[in-house]
Every structure is written in C-alpha cells, then in structure tokens.
C-alpha cells in the first residue's frame, strides 16, 4: 500500500509540471537517465538558466532535444517577467525622451533579494541610460567628507534612472548596528536626510525607496545556500555572517528608520521577499504603475500584491503592534 501511495504522488507531482523541450548538448545526447536514489538526486539538483523554460515552450519534440520538466509557477514567471520587462523598456524609452530623472534605493537585510531583483530591472533596458550604484566601503578620504557627498555625485541627469544597490540609509541601519558610526552621526543623518529627499523630489527628482523584508529563516536558508555554491560565495562576508546574531537590533533600528523617514514627498516601500520571485514582479510592477509612458499596458496587469507590496506607514503600524514579540515580525 505504502509504495503504491509513493507511486501516485510521483505520479501527481509530474501532472502539475509542464514539459518544456530543451536543445541537447552534443550531436549524440540522449534523454538523461532518471537519478537513482539520494545521491542521483543531489548530483541532478540544477536550476534552469532564467527565460530558458520561456523560451523554449512552444519548441517541437524532435532528434537533439530532450524533454524536461518545470514547474508551472516558474514558466508563469518567466512569461510575466518577459511582459514586464517589455514595459522597463518603454518606461526608458519615456525617461529619455521626456529628460525624467528617476532613482530607485534598495534597502533590507542582508540576503533579502534586493540583486536579483535589480538585476531582472537592468537585464534588457539600455545601460546607457541605466546605472547601478554599488559603492563600496568609504575610503579615508570619503570618511572626512560630508557623510553624502560620495552619494550625491551618482545622482542622475536627465533621461537616466540610477539603481542604488544599498545607499546612504547604510547609516540608518548597518553602521550604527556594526558600529561604524557614531550615535550623534545615526542620529544626525536621520534628522537629514528627510530635508535632502525632500529637496531631491522638489527639484523633479522621481525617487523610489524600496526596502526588502525578509524573514530570519528564510535568510539563514539563504545564508547557507551562499555557503555551499561556488557561484554565490562573493556574496557572503563577515558583516553579512553577523546579521542573524544580530537580527533583533537590526529591527529596531529598522523601526527608528521608517518613523524618522518615511515622509509623504519620499514615502518607503516595503516588500515581502521570502519569496524572491514574487518580490521582484511586484516590484517592478510598482515602479510601472507610477510612471506614465505610452503604450502602457492595462493598469489591472500592473496590480501588485497587497500580501508583498506593503506601504512604509503600514510597516511603521505593524512594528509597533509586534515590537515586543520579535518572533511575530517579517525582517
């Protein structure tokens, strides 16, 4: 009975996949042979190339490919990411032709998404027209200058959008946790950097603030993923090893964070990220939907969801209810 009942969830598990056809390797490939036992599993345990399911849908089963099989969720993603990276373009092609200046910050916890979904943003939009702001530790000299002069001068000109990969809300929350600043400094730039928004959005400036929420297990799964694949070990480093330890500080000046800056003019923008995917889709979705280009698609194909997408203020509302029940709170 047992293994009758193992054979019909197998069975079950292959209707809800949906076979994509794949080009073969080689002049001789052939269907690869099914993995035998655990260490069959382990060794085959490898993830299609992004747009590779997508792309390959509607390809004809015939000699030199071989079948493979996909989840339905990650050929729907593919196929909305496709439909939204369309759209990316025609929001440049807008920015450009209209001299707009548009800046995206992306902040959270280590591990929490913020990447990869930057990168699916720039993946096929013009580079010339697209920066990503990535600096790295302030060097002596950047250490004497006003705190966001080595930001300002990444700010952009007309017909550009500049991705800021972490930005100067690293006062807010990894300095003062890590101690690399100073309490009066933390609490200098929060009491700033509202004016310096403010006069950003006032001189035309379209500013997107995006912080990244995701859970402690989830990070700590991410973590140890970093660890074991080669492709992902530039990712992890000392600050980011401490992020769990530290998890409980790092809300609370979360919290501080958001009642401090987030602002009508420059309001924050939280999303849900256990689920890396989803986040990046609705993220996008979020910059399309406020931004005005032609050829825009129907505004109910750029709705986000309200399980992911959650609005600074209702953040701040939530983080006071859970504050004393660390347990209850998303990162």
């Known amino acids: 009975m047992a293994k009758q009942k193992a054979t019909k969830s197998k069975a079950a598990d292959a209707a809800r996949q949906k076979i994509v056809s794949m080009p073969a390797k080689g002049k001789n490939a052939a269907p690869a042979a099914k993995p035998a036992g655990k260490e069959g599993q382990e060794k085959n345990k490898k993830k299609l190339i992004e747009?590779?399911?997508f792309k390959?849908?509607?390809k004809k089963n015939?000699?030199?490919r071989v079948p493979v099989y996909v989840k339905k969720f990650i050929l729907a993603y593919e196929e909305e990411l496709h439909k939204l990276q369309i759209e990316l373009l025609k929001m440049?092609?807008?920015v450009k032709s209209e001299g707009m200046r548009v800046v995206a910050l992306f902040e959270g916890r280590d591990a929490a998404g913020k990447g990869g979904t930057i990168k699916r943003i720039t993946e096929h939009l013009n580079p010339r027209g697209t920066r990503v702001v990535a600096l790295l530790a302030p060097n002596d000299k950047e250490r004497t200058q006003w705190y966001f002069q080595r930001y300002i001068q990444h700010l952009p000109g007309a017909g550009e959008i500049i991705l800021f990969d972490r930005s100067w809300y690293n006062r807010a929350m990894v300095e003062p946790v890590m101690g690399f600043c100073t309490d009066e400094q933390n609490k200098r730039f929060l009491k700033d950097v509202p004016l310096l928004e403010e006069m950003m959005v006032k001189d035309g400036i379209v500013l997107f603030k995006f912080f990244f929420s995701v859970s402690k297990g989830e990070q700590l799964r991410r973590f140890d993923s970093r660890e074991t694949d080669p492709l992902k070990q530039y990712k992890i480093s000392p600050v980011d090893r401490m992020a769990q330890e530290l998890w409980d500080d790092y809300t609370v000046r979360k919290f501080q964070?958001?009642?401090e800056t987030n602002r009508?003019?420059?309001p924050w923008t939280i999303i849900r990220s256990d689920n890396k995917k989803l986040a990046r889709l609705n993220c996008i979705k979020h910059i399309l939907s406020r931004i005005d280009y032609?050829?825009?698609i129907p505004k109910k194909e750029l709705q986000t969801d309200p399980d992911i997408i959650v609005s600074g203020i209702e953040e701040i509302r939530f983080l006071e209810q859970h504050l004393l029940?660390?347990?209850e709170l998303p990162g």
């Open 264 to 266: 009508t003019l420059a």
């Open 325 to 327: 029940k660390p347990t």
């Open 257 to 259: 964070m958001l009642n």
């Open 92 to 94: 440049q092609k807008h």
């Open 51 to 53: 747009h590779t399911a």
């Open 294 to 296: 032609e050829g825009k």
């Open 56 to 58: 390959n849908k509607d």
């Open 62 to 64: 015939k000699k030199g």
